[in-house]
């Protein structure tokens, strides 16, 4: 079984510094790992995606995430946080097979001008 | 091209009654999901199809569910009947191909259910 845990359900940074949103995950077989992140009365929205290639990925509106297997990690990092970033982020893990994806609790990164 | 559509945004209905949730997929993606967000907490599967057959239903709660998809195209979501736990926020999402998940989900806006 598969499962992910998102460190802090809320995270607030000012304008202009590092945004740092922490994900573990749990899978038995190689993982595909996933950020989405989903604005105000509006759907998820793909972010970036891991699936086995490089380890560091690189996603829209400046986002990346690294994969580092032996801390079963999947951090979404951006070196600075615009007022726009503000969102519920989600990471989300499926097996390479899979059709169906499992999500996080969730994130909501507040940005303070 | 037009994105997933639901409808609709929102629903209050009382225990007891029916609710249909719809779902329109971009044009073409075989693939269609629904998934579900109760208040706070993580969003969860509720099932897959591939064109109009259930590919997987695992995440479906209970009987009170019904999913269908017609001709492979628009896919509905009816409860009957509502019980208050079924409140949430219920997304559908579309795909393309046949590469599961390494395909990028396109998911709507989300239908808020409230039963009261």
């Known amino acids: 079984a598969q499962s992910v845990t998102q460190l802090g359900s809320h995270v607030s940074v000012s304008e202009g510094a590092l945004v740092l949103l922490r994900c573990n995950y749990s899978?038995?077989?190689?993982?595909?790992l996933f950020w989405y992140v989903q604005y105000p009365n509006q759907g998820l929205q793909l972010l970036l995606k891991?699936?086995?290639?490089?380890?560091l990925v690189k996603g829209i509106n400046g986002f990346e995430a690294e994969f580092k297997k032996s801390e079963t990690s999947f951090h979404l990092t951006k070196p600075s946080a615009h007022m726009s970033d503000a969102a519920e982020y989600f990471c989300?893990?499926?097996?390479?097979?899979?059709?169906?994806?499992?999500f996080g609790a969730g994130t909501i990164l507040r940005v303070k001008s | 091209e037009a994105g997933v559509t639901q409808f609709p945004s929102h629903s209050v209905i009382e225990k007891g009654q029916t609710v249909t949730l719809r779902c329109d997929p971009i044009?073409?993606?075989?693939?269609l999901y629904w998934y579900r967000r109760v208040m706070g907490k993580e969003i969860k599967f509720l099932l897959h199809?591939?064109?109009?057959?259930?590919?997987?239903e695992s995440g479906m709660p209970n009987n009170r569910f019904l999913a269908e998809r017609t001709g492979g195209t628009y896919s509905t979501l009816k409860v009957q009947p509502a019980e208050l736990e079924d409140s949430g926020v219920y997304f559908c999402?579309?795909?393309?191909?046949?590469?599961?998940?390494?395909?990028?989900?396109?998911f709507g806006n989300g239908t808020r259910l409230t039963v009261t």
């Open positions: 999402a579309s795909s393309q191909g046949s590469q599961g998940t390494r395909s990028p989900l396109h």
């Open positions: 899978s038995s077989v190689p993982p595909y």
């Open positions: 891991y699936t086995s290639a490089a380890t």
């Open positions: 989300a893990v499926s097996d390479q097979y899979g059709n169906k994806l499992v």
């Open positions: 044009s073409g993606h075989d693939n």
């Open positions: 199809f591939v064109k109009e057959s259930k590919q997987d």
